[in-house]
């Protein structure tokens, strides 16, 4: 019986795709080939081929380094320019300033946290990037009342490391074995919660998913929308 829900930010209660697809299709237009597909770019820049935000998420790279190497390693597929610290810096102030444009909360988000205050079931945020950064994100989309419980900073290592799951939990004072948490990847988020001893989610958007994505881990649930949270409270 789930008696507590913790939930990622990006990708699950906010359509981090859309705001990054806003803000490539600026750096395809600024920098990249005419020819560049845009939904291949946005693919690129998601599948994060070289591994550099996870290396960011196990505390071995700063936040500016890995996105620049992501910068650079999608202009040298498309045809952008080389980008050196100078020119990083005003590549980063476009990228950053259409991405925060682009921030919305999924239409199912809202309808979600109402039904769980209805139903009195606690919730809160665990999440890969920076708790400041990701409490303006959460207020942009209009769902500020979700507390914002352990980020990237918390322990300088994120998910899947078991630490900032059981963090959430003692946070929100509820047990790892009736907490379930929810995010949109298998591996990292369902799998992850899994092995800290919670029960994973894989919320597997249709039409979203990132290379590599294929199945749940075993124990762990999948669903395609939110609102099939509540399923597992019943
Ligand atoms: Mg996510």
Redesign the pocket.
């Given at each position: 019986m789930i008696e507590a829900i913790l939930l990622?930010?990006?990708?699950?209660l906010v359509d981090?795709r859309g705001a990054f697809r806003h803000a490539l299709l600026r750096v395809a237009d600024e920098y990249l080939d005419a020819g560049a597909d845009p939904e291949e770019v946005l693919a690129h820049w998601r599948d994060d081929r070289g591994g550099w935000y996870r290396a960011h998420t196990r505390g071995e790279m700063t936040h500016r380094e890995q996105r620049m190497r992501r910068a650079n390693d999608l202009h040298a597929t498309f045809g952008g320019p080389a980008l050196d610290h100078e020119a990083y810096d005003i590549w980063d102030e476009g990228f950053e300033r259409h991405f925060r444009e682009g921030w919305r909360a999924f239409d199912d988000s809202a309808a979600l946290l109402d039904a769980l205050d209805e139903r009195g079931i606690p919730y809160g945020a665990v999440?890969?990037a920076d708790s400041a950064y990701q409490v303006l994100k959460l207020a942009a989309c209009g769902i500020q009342r979700v507390p914002m419980l352990v980020g990237v900073d918390t322990f300088g290592v994120g998910k899947p490391d078991e630490r900032v799951f059981h963090e959430g939990c003692r946070l929100l004072t509820v047990d790892s074995p009736t907490t379930a948490y929810i995010?949109?990847?298998p591996d990292?988020?369902a799998g992850g919660a899994q092995r800290a001893g919670l029960h994973g989610v894989w919320l597997d958007r249709p039409g979203t998913r990132r290379a590599g994505h294929g199945e749940a881990p075993a124990g762990t649930s999948r669903i395609e929308g939110l609102l099939e949270v509540l399923d597992l409270l019943s």
């Open positions: 990622d930010i990006d990708d699950t981090t999440s890969n995010g949109d990847e990292l988020d």
